[in-house]
């Protein structure tokens, strides 16, 4: 007996280790369901800090200006006052939101998030300082009704410490004025689309955490009720205008988004299918049938007049099919 034990302790092991190996695949093939699928190709190597936790610095280069967090009123206040003075005095300003975004390691800033409450925000989709771009006194006025989720964190927020799902539509139509006051308007789509309207917003008193849908505001509730712990004096403002709220474009979200389950391309049979040829080269009246077999023609067999035993064919060295006229 004290010989069996052991024998039979290895064998339910085995059984375990071959029951893991089993249902591991299904394991896998089920966290679609569980992940958000995340649509990183917009988002370059350096472009995913906006996915990861840190604290904001302290203090920035060359400037007097820090990010505002939240709950601070100045990030729900509105209207914010228009640009109308494009000076050097201006563009200084500007340069100073561009390094502090920067060294923030974000890829978008708006005014209210410095403690300025002007309808200014500065934001670069790239990793070129090419594309910086200084929006002032914008207004998007349209927007697709194709939407895309994706996870969106905030500077004001810490971003990670709170960072949820966000609908945001694919292409949006802007004008704006520039850092010289020249009047713009443009087409975006794709990521540059989505910094947009993320700035956007915080001109309006919206932040990301505003559209979450409730799973994802009952996640980081507890990262909400820190913020407002650490916030001292007594005017925090916690929920956006109502108006503005009202009006936010596209709608947020009513439920976590799960998207559907993905299939292996490569491991899905494909059914060849076969071409037609367009009717007389007009591409009318559909195709050819190709499935139709083909009549096979009996070949017609010439008799060689040199193996033949009548001395009518023996006449001339070609056949009597060659000499009739």
């Known amino acids: 007996r004290t010989n069996i034990e052991p024998r039979s302790e290895t064998m339910v092991l085995h059984i375990r280790i071959q029951l893991i190996a089993l249902l591991a695949p299904v394991a896998e093939s089920l966290l679609p369901y569980q992940r958000l699928n995340v649509n990183i190709k917009n988002y370059s190597t350096s472009k995913q800090h906006n996915l990861q936790m840190r604290l904001n610095p302290s203090s920035f280069t060359d400037t007097d200006y820090t990010i505002t967090e939240f709950p601070r009123p100045a990030l729900r206040r509105v209207p914010n006052a228009p640009i109308v003075i494009f000076d050097d005095q201006f563009e200084a300003k500007t340069r100073e939101m561009l390094g502090v975004m920067y060294e923030a390691k974000g890829v978008g800033l708006a005014a209210p998030q410095i403690g300025l409450n002007e309808d200014v925000f500065v934001y670069n989709p790239s990793d070129s300082k090419d594309l910086e771009r200084v929006v002032c006194n914008p207004m998007i006025t349209k927007y697709s009704e194709e939407v895309i989720v994706e996870v969106e964190g905030c500077l004001s927020l810490r971003s990670d410490d709170c960072a949820g799902q966000v609908a945001r539509s694919t292409w949006i139509e802007a004008k704006y004025q520039n850092e010289l006051g020249q009047n713009v308007r443009r087409r975006l789509k794709g990521f540059e689309a989505r910094v947009f309207q993320h700035e956007y917003d915080h001109l309006k008193g919206i ?68 071409a037609t040829k367009p009717s007389r080269g007009f591409g009318m009246g559909g195709g050819k049938n190709t499935d139709k077999k083909k009549e096979k023609k009996e070949k017609v067999k010439v008799r060689n007049a040199f193996r033949s035993d009548n001395p009518k064919f023996k006449s001339s060295g070609k056949t009597a099919f060659a000499n009739r006229k």
């Open 207 to 274: 932040l990301c955490y505003d559209r979450f849908p409730p799973e994802d505001r009952e996640a980081v509730q507890k990262s909400i009720d820190s913020f407002l712990g650490l916030y001292p004096e007594d005017d925090a403002q916690i929920e956006p205008d109502a108006e503005e709220a009202k009006a936010m474009q596209p709608r947020p979200l009513s439920a976590k988004f799960m998207p559907p389950l993905q299939l292996d391309e490569a491991k899905v049979k494909k059914v060849p299918v076969k």
